[in-house]
């Protein structure tokens, strides 16, 4: 609780919207009253106005870094997580379309030796009952359902390696997101985490020669350019520390003003009761040396 009391003493947050001006909204009370944190504001006492805007500044640069450091955390976390349930659905679909591709190669036999065996059935007056829907059947001949079998045979052989391709990839970026957290967790700056990004992706070992490989290594180095792009952008939007343009005096200073000042303001008090009493004691010896004349004449 101390250490709380201590840091809001340093830090306190700014909000977008306060509390009263909250209640002067139109139905604030079906909205959520928890308003973002849009700042920051940052103070630190020291000896002079030099020292306390570089505390400042050390303070602001640590809560800065480790600001991007939980950034890059909580996104790395997401992301790995989309990664890992997209991979996952990546594999079933694969087994399932495998499967289903199986499946119609059966049927596609089976067929050909439906046609093989009885080779009237191909011919087109003959049909055979498909399925039934409301309103009424549908036939089809032996052929024109083995027609049917090889243009969805040829739907999924089109489709399996497309979805294999994407998992290769999706797994490429989940190693790749593993080496990022495995890095991250040893990491204590948000800056230096940035600046070795470019290593992790050396890490991968990947073949340039490979069309898949190598569309993966550009699109991480784009990524990293981006989180550079976007740790700079936050950077100029900072502000710095500035100094006052008029400094008040500082408590010692203020003090020996004050000092200064009353000993002068005392001095003249005196000077001014030594000359009044000087000049009451001229006037009473005029007034007696008046009255004496006036006796002896």
Same mark, same amino acid.
């Given at each position: ?22 209640? #002067? ?48 955390? #909580? ?126 992706? #050396? ?7 490979? #069309? ?86």
């Amino acid at each position: 609780m101390g250490d709380r009391k201590q840091t809001l003493q340093l830090i306190q947050p700014i909000y977008p919207v306060t509390k009263a001006e909250l209640k #002067d909204l139109p139905d604030a009370a079906n909205k959520d009253t928890a308003s973002g944190i849009s700042g920051l504001t940052i103070a630190f006492k020291a000896g002079s106005p030099e020292l306390a805007q570089r505390g400042v500044l050390v303070l602001g640069d640590y809560l800065r870094d480790t600001a991007i450091l939980m950034s890059y955390r #909580d996104t790395l976390r997401t992301q790995y997580t989309d990664l890992l349930n997209k991979q996952k659905k990546l594999e079933n679909s694969t087994f399932d379309t495998k499967y289903k591709l199986e499946q119609a190669e059966i049927k596609r036999t089976s067929m050909q030796a439906i046609l093989h065996e009885y080779p009237d059935s191909a011919k087109t007056e003959n049909r055979q009952l498909v399925s039934i829907t409301e309103g009424g059947e549908r036939y089809l001949s032996p052929v024109t359902q083995l027609v049917a079998i090889e243009a969805h045979i040829a739907d999924m052989k089109q489709s399996l390696p497309r979805i294999l391709r994407d998992q290769r990839i999706n797994g490429l970026w989940l190693s790749y997101y593993e080496k990022m957290l495995a890095l991250l967790d040893k990491s204590s700056s948000g800056e230096a985490f940035l600046k070795a990004l470019p290593s992790v992706k #050396d890490t991968l070992k990947l073949n340039l020669e490979d #069309d898949v490989e190598m569309g993966v290594y550009n699109s991480i180095a784009i990524a990293n350019l981006d989180a550079q792009s976007r740790y700079f952008d936050k950077v100029r939007f900072i502000a710095n520390p500035m100094l006052p343009t008029q400094r008040s005096p500082g408590m010692p200073q203020s003090a020996l003003i004050g000092l200064v000042l009353g000993f002068l303001l005392a001095c003249a008090y005196v000077l001014i009761r030594h000359f009044s009493s000087k000049k009451m004691v001229i006037q009473s010896l005029n007034l007696v040396r008046a009255a004496s004349q006036t006796h002896t004449g």
